[in-house]
């Protein structure tokens, strides 16, 4: 099975939160970087920097998540992220390196 990821990233004012799953993280985050796909959500409102991230053994388990994270509001979104990473910071830097067993 493949192993999965939800992520959360935003824009450099912290306006507007997208969350989405992925099996490869880094590939994911750089599409969101190098706006891939232009017409996309996260295109359109410049949503590139990676604030929080969980890993999951399977996929499936990444999309429950995910579908879980997508119904709560902003303020426990924000919650989620302020608890592990309390400046927003990028972590992309981070995760280059995570597919790499």
């Known amino acids: 099975m493949k192993p999965g990821f939800i992520y959360i990233v ?8 997208y969350i989405g799953v992925t099996s490869n993280l880094p590939k994911r985050i750089a599409e969101h970087k190098e706006k891939r796909y232009q017409n996309s959500f996260s ?4 949503l590139d920097k990676l604030v929080y991230f ?12 995910e579908k879980q994270l997508k119904g ?3 303020t426990n979104k ?7 990473n309390p400046e927003w910071n990028d972590l992309y830097e981070e995760i ?4 790499i067993v």
């Open 10 to 17: 935003t824009n450099k004012n912290n306006s507007t939160l």
């Open 43 to 46: 295109a359109r409102y410049n």
């Open 78 to 84: 924000e919650k989620l992220i302020n608890s592990l």
């Open 96 to 99: 280059k390196d995570i597919m």
């Open 72 to 74: 709560g509001n902003r």
């Open 54 to 65: 969980e890993k999951f053994e399977i996929i499936s388990d990444a999309i429950a998540r």
